[in-house]
Each structure stands twice: as C-alpha cells, then as structure tokens.
C-alpha cells in the first residue's frame, strides 16, 4: 500500500485550469482516469486525510504510485478526453459499464448496389442504416417477414444472391412474393433500392403515407372489381398494422428520444436505455457496473451518456435526452452531445406527463435488471470463490489465486509444435491476455522441454517488464537476470530470444496477427506500447500456474522458474488420466473430489489451454498444407499469382515458360518474372495427380490449375 504523500505533486505545481488527470501504479498502468473543471482543486482533494475520503477512493489512491494531468482549453475538451483515454487504458478503478446481453439489431445495407435487410450484432458499419437494438433476434424477424409483403426487399446472403443470378432462378422468397428478386432483374437496381429507402421510412415512424397509399389502391381494385388485388392488398395494410403493434405509441406527440433510467446500490448499478422514435419503442438495452469509484447518479448518467453516445455521430443522437439526474455542470455535456449529432439536443429531466410515465417504466425495468443480475451473480461469485478457496487449501497457498495462467503444448507428431497461455482472473476467462508460442529452440516431440522454454520466456518477459520499471534488482549475470537463457542450448539472451508468435484472441479468428516468417523481434499488433499505461503483455504475474500434464511437466516449469529466481509463484499440473493435481517435489498427487468446485474450475482451465493451443496448431498446419511453390516468391501478392495462374492455366505451363512470356502477363515486370522463373526452377514438380477412379494419371498441366495451393487458397 502506496503513501499518498509519497507522490504528491508540491504546491503551486498544479494548475488551476480546465483538465484530465490519470492516477498510475507501481507498474506505470493506468488505474484511473477523471477531469476537472480545476485540475489544482480536483487533485488536492485526493491527498487529504485518508480518513475522510470515500473508501473506494481511499482505495485508489493507496494503489497509485503517481499522478500527471493533462491541461485542455474547455470543459467539452476535457470531456473528450476523458472518454477518450478511459477507452484506451481501461482503468480498474473508473466505472465501466458492461452490456448484460448482445443486442441485435434491424440492419439495412444502403451502402450495396442491392441493400440487404438483416439482423446485426456488433459495432456499427459506415452506410448501413439501423434499427434497434431489439431485446431478441425472432421479434426482428418477425416484424421483417411481415413486412416484406408490402417491401420485398432482398435479404439473402451474398453467397445465395450470387448462386440464384448465376443459375437465373430466384430462391423460394422470390416465388413467393417476398423478395422483388433482383438477382435474375425482375426490378433495376433503382427500382430496388428505392423499396429499401421505404422500408427503412416505414421503420423509422413514417407509417402514414404507405397505409394511406394502399387503402387507397384497395378501394380503386374493389371500384374495377379487381378483387384479387384488393384483398392482397387489404392482407399487406393488416400486415403493416401488426408489424405498427409490436412498437405501441408511448408519446403521442411523435417525439425522438433517449429515456435513460439508473437503478443502484452500494456495490452496483444497473442502467435501462429505451430508444423511442417516433413516438414509438423502438429499441431497448442495458447495462451493469461495479461501482469501483466514489459516484452519484448523475455521475453514473454522465458515464452511461459517455458510453451510448461516444462512437455515435448525426440522427444516431436524438434531439431530445430524458435523464433520471443532470450531470453537475450540465453544460459541457449538453454541448458534447450537440456537437456530435450537429444541432441541439435537449437534455433534462421529465417533470409531467408521458415522459415521466414512461421515466417511471424504464426506471422499473433497471430495477428488475439490477435484481436480476445481482440473482445471478450472487450464484456465481459464491460457486467462483469456492472454487478458488479449493484450489489454494489444495496445493498449500495463503490465499485464493485470483489469477490463473495455463500452459498446454501441442503438436502432430512432433511437428509444428506451438504452445498456448490462457488467464483466468477471479475465476472467468481473460481472453485478451490468451498468448501463444512457437516452440523454436529445438525440433521433434519432447513436451516437458517445450514446456521449460515456454514457462522460461512468459517469465522471462515478466521480469524484463519489472526491470523496465526499475523493480528488478539483479546485476546483470545473476541467475535470472531477465537476459539470461533458462536452458542449455536455448535461445540466447535479449532481442534475440523467441518471442510469442500470437496474441490475444479474438471472436472473429483465432490466428495471430503475425505470420510465423516475420522477424522473432518484430513486435505484436495487438501488444500494447511500452510506458503508456496500457495493460502490457506479460506485466502481470499470477498466483498459480497450471500445466497440462503430470510430474515431469511440473518439474520442469518449477525448474524453469527456480532459473529465473521466480519465487513466489506456486506451480501445479493436472493429469488427464485420473484428473490428479501434481505439485512440485511431491511423490504422490493431490486427489480432489470429483464434486469439488476446485477441481472443475482446474478441469476448465486445463481444457481451454488445450482448446487455444490446438486451435493455432491447426491454423498453422492448414497455412503449411495450402503453400505452393509461388507462395515462396518475394513480393509476389495473391491478385498477381492468380493472374499468372488464369494466364498460364497451370503451374507446369508456367514453369516450362520463359521471363519473356511471364512478362507478358498483365502486372508482372521482368525482374518479377525473372525472380518467378528461378523459384520454379528451384522447386520441385508436384506430384502427379491420381483419378481414384480408375487409377489414371491425370496430366498435370489439367490438374495444376486445380492442385494450385495459391489459387486453391483464394477459392476457400
């Protein structure tokens, strides 16, 4: 625990101006971030009595090791950076607020030449036009399938819009009147986009115009006794009129507005969002936090208006923002607000009427949200800090491990051997601190190796992080000196040295951002830059280590360790064969029952290591199975191979060609075809292929084109 007065600024040293300020850690992270309309009044109340500041905030700062300010001109300014910085270091201490569910919402793609109506998840695109976010998918595509009988509008894949085109027959929605099938041209592109630009009216709150229109064509089909159509028509406006239904009028003055409502307590607070236009509710979300620093309500409206609206631009902003409690000066944030929907916005709080009946009703529904969440995570904290209770009287710690890290090794007979470190904090999985490794120090299957020189290089980096911070002690040449090789015939010391060959992991993919050719010392997209206070790759070190196997792969992470002079960092494995907890030094294993939370939790971790590690191994033996001998050229990019492969019709034609007729090809110089010749002269032909048929041998200048990993690689 820090002194505050340790790192108090002197007197006279702050400025009295409009500013934001970051409390950092003894590790140089950013732990907390606010501003202040005066920097100097703001900060020196953080350095009075600890007894007379909130607990939370005698928490903070007790944690920090340093303070620095950042002056602004304006307030508004202030405000931007705040949010700003508060999204890039994540600090542990500013309240975050975190969505209970993902939110679909009604997306129309404007911004293709035939616009697609689907349901979307996820950060919004440029030129798609939204609707939502909805409380669930089926209520989205409900209200769409009742629609499209008024507005078929496209809403089939990409893959399916290409197939139906191809074969000039529409899909089952085109037969069936629900979609105008623009794929085999029964409409222009004009005639297309101008029913998504009704649709989207339609769903915006202009509904008046379209029932009109077709009652009035209803009434002209009865008139010429066209009693088909009139009764068509008739089921299009009943239709209309049930898709209107599911979103009743709440404000009958047609208004467009945010109602934010807060519901909290000591520990958390739960925010409710009802998106109304119109007049109607359109969209409806929420969010929870811990409330990890000293706030009101109107600091939690400020944070919630911060997190709605800072990635928001135009009529994504409504006019007009109803708030349980206004931020105190409301004025900087009602400019903001202003200048990022480009006019006006009106934020206040309802006093009479709808709006505050409708206050009262998104007030009850944060009620029952934050009840509900605190059900579930009563269930969850007790089952978690069982578990980890387990865990540390298990293996003999003096408190519970609050963070976790799992080390799996995984390989195809010995090849293309990578490792793999998951995190768990406090029980749940750390996904942006999942790491993954290439094993480079040495060839074949030894997995009690492999795993020394993983556990060495994570600890490794740890230590150089510590002495980064001028924590490390040690003279250059002690054991564990963070430079120094933890095995005999290991990497050297330094730069040098493997580094992790991925990073984070992501839910779109899986494989790192980096390719296994590019320099060991080139650093990660993902990493975080060092001294900026982001949360850095291997700064953090945990209170256990689990590694997937038994004795010998304890051993030697222990031993790994003991080489770094790592020493207080308990090390354990668990056996799949039994489920046995392995501990270091220990003949005889540690059994845990088979009902114990520990043991599940234990069993989780191993089992996600496991998953994250053969998940990347799979990855790189399907980049090594698809490389083909052009794959091997520098500087030659995918558009110009598939270019030389539809120019030649296969590898052999292109091999048997001369740098005279390869620069014939569209894009290909003469050095790019001279250095394309001498590859394929150096690589050796491919194989024959074999018709399983029949046994024939295929001619390759047939089977190139299709045995072409760079071109079989783009088809996929």
Known sequence: MADPSSYRPKPGQIPDSPGVYKFRDEHGRVIYVGKAKSLR???????????????????????????????????????????????????????????????????????????????????????????????????????????????????????????????????????????????????????????????????????????????????????????????????????????????????????????????????????????????????????????????????????????????????????????????????????????????????????????????????????????LHKTKRASDLTTRSRALEEIAEAIGLDSAPLRIECFDISHLQGDDVVASMVVFEDGLARKSEYRRFQIKTFEGQDDVRSMHEVIGRRFRRYLQEKQKTGEWAGEPGEPGEPGESGEPGAAAAGSSEPLESGARESGARESGPRESGLLDSEPLESGPLDDDGRPKRFAYPPQLVVVDGGQPQVAAAKRALDELGVDDVAVCGLAKRLEEVWLPDEDDPVVLPRSSEGLYLLQRVRDEAHRFAITYQRSKRAKAIKAGPLDAVAGLGDTRKQALIKHFGSVKRLRAATVEQICEVPGIGRKTAETVAAALAKAAPAAPAVNTATGEIIDDEEAAPAASSSERGHEA
């Not at 037969?175 to 009216?201: M, N, Q």
């Not at 467009?256 to 409806?284: K, N, P, T, Y």
């Not at 309802?350 to 029952?368: E, F, H, I, S, Y």
Request: hydrophobic residues 40%; glycine residues 6%; contains cysteine.
């Open 41 to 371: 009044q703001r900060l020196s109340s953080y350095f009075q009595d600890l007894a007379g500041l909130h607990p939370r905030t005698r928490t903070m700062v007790t944690t920090a090791a340093s303070v620095e300010w950042t002056v602004v001109s304006t307030e508004v300014e202030a405000l931007q950076l705040e949010y700003s910085w508060i999204k890039e270091f994540d600090p542990r201490f500013n309240v975050k607020y975190r969505d209970d569910k993902s939110y679909p919402s009604l997306a129309v793609t404007l911004n293709e030449e035939f616009p697609r109506v689907q349901v979307m998840r996820g950060p919004k695109k440029k030129g798609v036009r939204y609707f939502g976010p909805y409380g669930h998918a089926w209520a989205i595509r409900e209200t769409v399938d009742l629609m499209l009988r008024v507005f078929p509008v496209r809403t089939c894949s990409a893959g399916v819009f290409k197939r139906s085109a191809q074969i000039g027959r529409p899909c089952l929605l085109g037969y069936i009147g629900k979609c105008s099938a623009p794929c085999v041209g029964r409409v222009t592109p004009e005639e297309h986009r101008e029913l998504a630009e009704e649709f989207c009216d339609f769903m915006a709150g202009r509904t008046g115009t379209y029932i009109r229109r077709l009652e009035a064509g209803m009434r002209e089909a009865a008139e010429d006794m066209e009693y088909e159509k009139a009764a068509r028509l008739r089921d299009d406006i009943e239709a209309l009129k049930r898709a209107m239904e599911k979103n009743a009028v709440v404000l009958a003055d047609a208004t467009d507005a945010d109602l934010i409502a807060v519901a909290e307590d000591e520990l958390e607070a739960a925010v409710q969002i009802f998106h109304v236009r119109g007049g109607r509710v359109r969209g409806q979300r929420g969010w929870v936090t811990d409330k990890v620093e000293a706030v009101d309500t109107a600091g939690l409206v400020e944070h919630a208006l911060q997190q709605l609206y800072g990635e928001e631009k135009g009529d994504a902003v409504p006019k007009e923002v109803l708030v349980p409690a206004l931020p105190d000066p409301v004025e900087p944030i009602a400019q903001w607000l202003a200048e990022r929907r480009g006019s006006g916005v009106s934020l206040r709080i309802p006093q009479r009427g709808d709006k505050k009946d409708l206050m009262a009703t998104v007030q009850r529904n944060a009620q029952q949200a934050l009840v």
